[in-house]
């Protein structure tokens, strides 16, 4: 599966949407892309996945450049609770997941 | 409710001694996987099993054991092989085989071996 480059950490203001980015240049045609978020000391937790298409869900949306060598994951409204290590993952499905260093999202009250 | 549970919470363990970190899943789910992390890094895959009584090697398997004998558990073994076994340790399921379906994870035994 195709690497993804993340920036090492990013900051928001609390109420302010937030955009974490994420490229992935060498992305193939049947990767998916993934987004998993780590509370601090606690397990990931699966935000959201796309293919093509931009996707909604109660969490978050994800917005796929038409190229699909980037994406970027949407929280409309950060709050505090949303300050956590976020993974951008590239899977076809063929291999287990393999989760990167992600990008550390702090909120300011 | 359904989840992934991880037992115990903190563990802690003299050099040379074998450790069983449990993980258990009421969620139906046929895939079980374990990964570690260390301070500041990603998750690196150890095991994982997709079907009950069938299991493969991830990324760092060395010094690792795991048995699925029941669909709902799958029992971690770090042996005094394992060099390194102070870590975080994430257990996590997923509802089919494969590797598109979410992955639901537990919160984590943390080992601390001295």
């Known amino acids: 599966d195709a690497k993804t480059t993340q920036p090492n950490s990013m900051e928001s203001n609390e109420e302010e949407p937030v955009h974490l980015p994420c490229n992935h240049s060498?992305?193939?045609?049947?990767?998916?892309i993934h987004w998993y978020r780590q509370l601090p000391s606690q397990g990931p937790e699966y935000v959201i996945h796309?293919?093509?298409s931009n996707v909604n869900n109660r969490m978050a949306s994800l917005a796929i450049a038409e190229d699909r060598k980037s994406s970027t994951l949407i929280l409309h409204r950060a709050t505090l609770r949303d300050a956590a290590v976020y993974y951008c993952?590239?899977?076809?499905?063929?291999?287990?997941?393999?989760f990167g260093k992600g990008t550390r999202l702090s909120v300011i009250a | 409710d359904g989840g992934i549970t991880q037992s115990p919470k903190y563990l802690f363990r003299k050099e040379g001694q074998n450790v069983t970190l449990s993980c258990e899943q009421n969620l139906n789910h046929d895939a079980m996987y374990w990964y570690r992390q260390d301070p500041g890094q990603g998750l690196r895959l150890i095991y994982y099993?997709?079907?009950?009584?069938?299991?493969q090697k991830g990324d760092i398997a060395e010094g690792y054991s795991v048995s699925r004998e029941k669909k709902e558990s799958f029992p971690l073994t770090v042996t005094s092989a394992q060099k390194n076994p102070t870590a975080f340790y994430l257990c996590?399921?997923?509802?089919?085989?494969?590797?598109?379906?979410?992955?639901?994870f537990g919160n984590g035994t943390r080992l601390t071996v001295t």
């Open positions: 796309g293919l093509t």
């Open positions: 996590a399921s997923s509802i089919e085989p494969g590797f598109l379906s979410p992955l639901h």
């Open positions: 993952i590239l899977n076809s499905g063929n291999t287990p997941l393999v």
């Open positions: 099993s997709q079907i009950v009584n069938d299991f």
């Open positions: 060498t992305i193939s045609g049947t990767d998916y």
